[in-house]
Structure formats: structure tokens, C-alpha cells
């Protein structure tokens, strides 16, 4: 304990395990930090340096090496799948943007968004699937040595349920052509645990652009007869036709709450136009795609810029405001108490429009007013409307690529309110 930094780790319960930073009490990482100006690295943006050692630091960076490797690599492509370089909408901005409107207009607003809700998101079913072949999860009869929250691995399984609902997995196996599993936004690989341990699967490719400890990879590679590769890269840069050990194999695509925009680029990553490396010409990465399964979550984070599918919201009257301002109502969805289950509710009604004649209309911070007032549940239907939206066009511009898709809820609220999940599958030709 004495060669140890002195900070206290609340969370953690304990003192910080560094070792003291010369004849400080502290480590490096809690030292009191110079007075001088501290900037973000060039390299790697998640950490700061003071100016005058940026230099230095450029050249020792530990994401240097990993970066510089990266770029090497042939799936390597910078913003392959972005569509935009426009700089991101903050949700300060967006906030602004909706208090900056006059009670009309923020009423015409929510009166846009139940309307298109009960026009668009109708048939949106509640599909909570636990199959039998994810007993030895479920039951707990797994390797004990593995992490396990049963929240997590409930959600997990339904998602594989869902699958075999579709034809995608059986019980015993998946489908006869199906061989690889690319899972994106990978984190610590645990969904790919759960579907090699239930279904069986001979090649997995981990997408994940941070580093993480405790991941499954190590169980993964105990399992007989299965190739593991980890891809460290971020989803936006991915040239899934530049996989060389990918290429021509049949795969299934799947990610559990891949956050707001990253369902976007996967989405593209799997079904959009790729320039073919050797002769510059467009080409789908579809031909090998079986099915895809994403959970979207934290839609507060989407952007215009990465949306899939603007023209589709476009033709009902959303803009590029719009949309931020929707993407900001989101986050209220999950502020509320879900015991009683909001987002299942199949007749969810959006709060009353507030009339120019209301308190809050001759304010000029009416809106920001009106907003902070509404009740919790009023708020979390609005936020979960909103959600549907978003996902049901990104459904749309699944279905326009010819495959079999849908959107339903895959587990209860009181589980995780972030329970959307789009699920689709290509019709493989049969041969007499």
C-alpha cells in the first residue's frame, strides 16, 4: 500500500494501484496537472498533453504504433462507409435549436411526430425469444469463469431467438452455407460467446475499434475447429470486401447496442456500394450476406451526416433539423421509471401539443419551459416515437436492398428500454 498513488477510487472501493510519480503521493495520472495548456492529442483525441511536449509525444504515443499498422492493412479505408465530412451536430445544438422555437412551431413538431409515428411504426411487434439451445447460458450451466449478467445474457439470447425465429439458426446449427459471424462493435465478443456455444460457428471476426480486458477471445479460441480474428478498426473505415479471409464465405452480420451513428455505417458497411480494389468499379458487399441482427441504442447520438436513409424522411417532412431535434427527444426514453413498461405499450400516445394560449406562449423561453414540465412518462413516450422513427427508416433502406427485414421489440423495458432490433435476411437461390 505505501508504493501505491494515494488517489481513492470511489467506484472501485480502493486506493489507485499506480506506482507514485517521483516523490509525489500520486501517480502520473492523478498528479496535479501543470498550469500550462493542455490539448487534445493529434493521435488519440481521448487523452490531452501539454503544447510544448505535443512534439515528444507524437513520437511515443501508445496508439502510434497501433494507428500506423492500421493504415497498412487492405480493409483499411479511410470513411468508406461516412457520407458526409460534415462536422458533427453537438447536443447542445440541437437542445438550442428546440428551445430557439416559438410554441407553434414546437407544436406543429410533435404534432409531425405522432402522426408519422401511427403512420410509419404500426407494425412494430413485441418478439421476446429465449430458444432452448441457449440453456447452458441461461441455466447458468456455462463456464463459470466467464462473466455473467443475466440482463445481458437475456438480451443476448433473444436476439439468437429472433434469428431462429427467422430461419437464420436452428437449434442444432446454423444454416448449412452459413460459416462466419462478423460481429460489429464488438466490445468484449460476448454475444459471439453466447451464439458459438449454442449454435456452433467455424470462422468469427470481432470489429471493435477499442482495447478491452476480460474479452472473450480467449474462451473463443478454445473451441474446437474455430478461426477467431479481432479487427481493430473503426466501423466508418471498414472495407468488409478487403477482408481477405472473408472473401467468398457466406456471414452472418449481428451487434448488440451498437450506438446511435454506428448502426448507420454497419448497415452501410454490409449492404452499401464499395469500390472494388482492383478495378475501381462499384460493388456490393451483399453477395455473401445471409442475415443481419442489430440492437440499435443511444439514438441521441445519431447524426444527419451518417443517416442511411435521408431521402425516405426527407418525403415526410423531416429535415436535417428535424432530425437533430428527434434524435435529442430520444434520450428522454430512457429517463423515466420502465416498470411499467412504456415502450410496450401498443397504443403510446405523445404528450398534448401545448396551444399558443398556453401558460408557457408569450415566454420567450416558452418551449425550454414547457419541456422542463412534462411529466416523465409523457416525455419517454415522446423520446420512444422518435426512436421508432429513426430505426423505420433505416428499415426502409434495408428492404430497398431487396432483403427480408423488420423491426421489433426484443425484450421487455424493465430489461433494457433500449429493446429495438432490426433483423434481416437475403432469400439464397435454391439449386434443383
Given amino acids: 500500500m505505501e508504493k501505491r498513488c494515494k488517489h481513492w477510487l470511489p467506484k472501485k472501493n480502493r486506493f489507485c494501484a499506480n506506482t507514485p510519480f517521483n516523490d509525489s503521493p500520486f501517480c502520473g495520472n492523478h498528479s496535479s496537472r501543470s498550469n500550462g495548456k493542455w490539448i487534445p492529442c493529434s493521435i488519440d483525441p481521448s487523452h490531452c498533453v501539454l503544447e510544448e511536449n505535443m512534439e515528444g509525444h507524437l513520437k511515443k504515443c501508445p496508439l502510434l504504433k497501433q494507428s500506423q499498422t492500421l493504415s497498412l492493412q487492405p480493409y483499411y479505408q479511410k470513411g468508406i462507409n461516412q457520407q458526409q465530412q460534415d462536422a458533427d451536430f453537438t447536443s447542445e445544438m440541437k437542445r438550442n435549436w428546440v428551445y430557439n422555437l416559438s410554441i407553434p412551431q414546437f407544436s406543429e413538431l410533435l404534432s409531425k411526430i405522432r402522426s408519422l409515428h401511427t403512420l410509419i411504426c404500426k407494425d412494430i411487434k413485441f418478439s421476446y425469444r429465449i430458444p432452448h439451445a441457449c440453456d447452458v447460458w441461461i441455466k447458468r450451466q ?171 424522411l426527407n418525403n415526410l417532412g423531416i429535415t436535417k433539423e428535424h432530425f437533430h431535434a428527434i434524435t435529442w427527444f430520444t434520450s428522454w426514453a430512457v429517463d423515466a421509471d420502465h416498470g411499467s413498461d412504456v415502450s410496450d405499450d401498443g397504443s403510446l400516445q405523445s404528450p398534448v401539443p401545448p396551444s399558443d394560449n398556453d401558460e408557457y ?72
Fill in 361 to 432: 406562449g408569450g415566454d420567450a423561453s416558452g418551449v425550454e419551459d414547457y419541456t422542463r414540465n412534462m411529466k416523465a412518462m409523457d416525455r419517454a413516450a415522446l423520446g420512444f416515437m422518435c426512436k421508432d422513427i429513426i430505426d423505420m427508416g433505416r428499415l426502409m433502406w434495408i428492404k430497398e436492398r431487396g432483403l427480408e427485414a423488420k423491426l421489433v421489440k426484443y425484450v421487455p423495458s424493465d430489461i433494457s428500454p433500449e429493446n429495438r432490433l432490426l433483423i434481416a435476411k437475403v432469400e439464397v437461390p435454391t439449386t434443383n
Fill in 142 to 312: 456455462n463456464d463459470r469463469k466467464l462473466p455473467y449478467q443475466e440482463k445481458h445474457v437475456r438480451q443476448q439470447a433473444s436476439i439468437l431467438g429472433n434469428l431462429e425465429d427467422f430461419g437464420v439458426l436452428s437449434e442444432q446449427h446454423c444454416q448449412s452455407d452459413l460459416s462466419a459471424v462478423v460481429e460489429f462493435g464488438a466490445g468484449r465478443g460476448y454475444l459471439t460467446q453466447i451464439l458459438a456455444d449454442s449454435y456452433g460457428i467455424n470462422k468469427v471476426f470481432l470489429v471493435e475499434r477499442k482495447a478491452y480486458k476480460l474479452k472473450a477471445d480467449r474462451s473463443l479460441r478454445q473451441i474446437d475447429n474455430l478461426a477467431l480474428e479481432r479487427l481493430r478498426i473503426d466501423i466508418e473505415d471498414l472495407n468488409l470486401n478487403a477482408v481477405e479471409s472473408l472473401k467468398g464465405i457466406p456471414y452472418l452480420a449481428i451487434g448488440k447496442h451498437l450506438c446511435g451513428p454506428a448502426t448507420d455505417l454497419t448497415l452501410r458497411c454490409c449492404l452499401g456500394e464499395h469500390p472494388n480494389q482492383d478495378n475501381g468499379k462499384e460493388q456490393s458487399v451483399r453477395p455473401h450476406l445471409r442475415s443481419i441482427a442489430v440492437a440499435t441504442c443511444c439514438h441521441h447520438l445519431c447524426q444527419w451526416k451518417h443517416y442511411t436513409n435521408k431521402q425516405y
